[in-house]
């Protein structure tokens, strides 16, 4: 795979160790970095995109399945971008197993939160069939990435926003003590409050939340 190859080459001869050390301690020691930084790293990928486009659109999963697969994080930034860029319009009903993968390896809020709105609200914008068997899944789920991708899978939609199915999802997780789904639930709330702020309202009026969902969901109102 010539991507992968390039893009490897390229982040390794851009190592710098005076950035991996902070960067690596503001992700709580959780990955290695090579050390660069987001408009560095987006100049890099964008270069090796461009030359390699064919093989991007035709071995995107393949392509996905191995950077994800790397231990340095910039690895996992790049693939998030590309496979979201490649699949945009050309999802299927298989590359939820893919999706699922994503969410789960390499799991914190950095590379999450891209992934629930991005591709996997995308995908499910693409396949609505897909919706309420996946999103019952996830939620259903004991690992609490899924869980915060359930809630946040809508965080595009604006207006399009089913409501019905956020506030129930809230709901289900609002006695939850892990703080990045309590963040999740005001965060959803906040956003869709954006478009349509009374039913928001109301609901964290009516709701028992925890006080951060609660805080987050309001912050605009306070």
């Known amino acids: 795979m010539s991507f992968v190859k390039e893009l490897s080459s390229s982040l390794k001869s851009n190592r710098d160790e005076a950035n991996a050390i902070p960067m690596k301690a503001y992700m709580k020691n959780k990955y290695v970095f090579f050390g660069i930084k987001s408009a560095l790293r987006k100049s890099i990928l964008r270069e090796i995109i461009n030359v390699n486009k064919v093989e991007l659109k035709t071995d995107i999963s393949e392509i996905t399945q191995t950077l994800y697969n790397k231990p340095e994080r910039e690895f996992h930034y790049c693939t998030k971008d590309v496979y979201s860029r490649f699949k945009k319009r050309n999802y299927n009903k298989t590359d939820i197993g893919l999706i699922e993968f994503l969410i789960t390896k390499n799991s914190h809020w950095d590379t999450v939160d891209f992934i629930a709105k991005h591709i996997l609200g995308q995908f499910l914008i693409e396949i609505p069939e897909m919706r309420d068997k996946t999103i019952k899944s996830f939620s259903n789920s004991d690992n609490m990435w899924l869980n915060r991708s359930a809630i946040l899978f809508q965080l595009g ?66």
């Open 157 to 222: 939609y604006r207006e399009q926003t089913d409501f019905h199915l956020l506030s129930q999802l809230c709901i289900k997780h609002k006695s939850s003590n892990e703080f990045f789904i309590k963040k999740a639930i005001g965060w959803a709330l906040r956003e869709y409050a954006k478009y349509n702020s009374k039913p928001v309202l109301d609901f964290v009026k009516r709701t028992d939340l925890k006080p951060l969902s609660k805080r987050e969901a309001l912050k605009h109102f306070i």
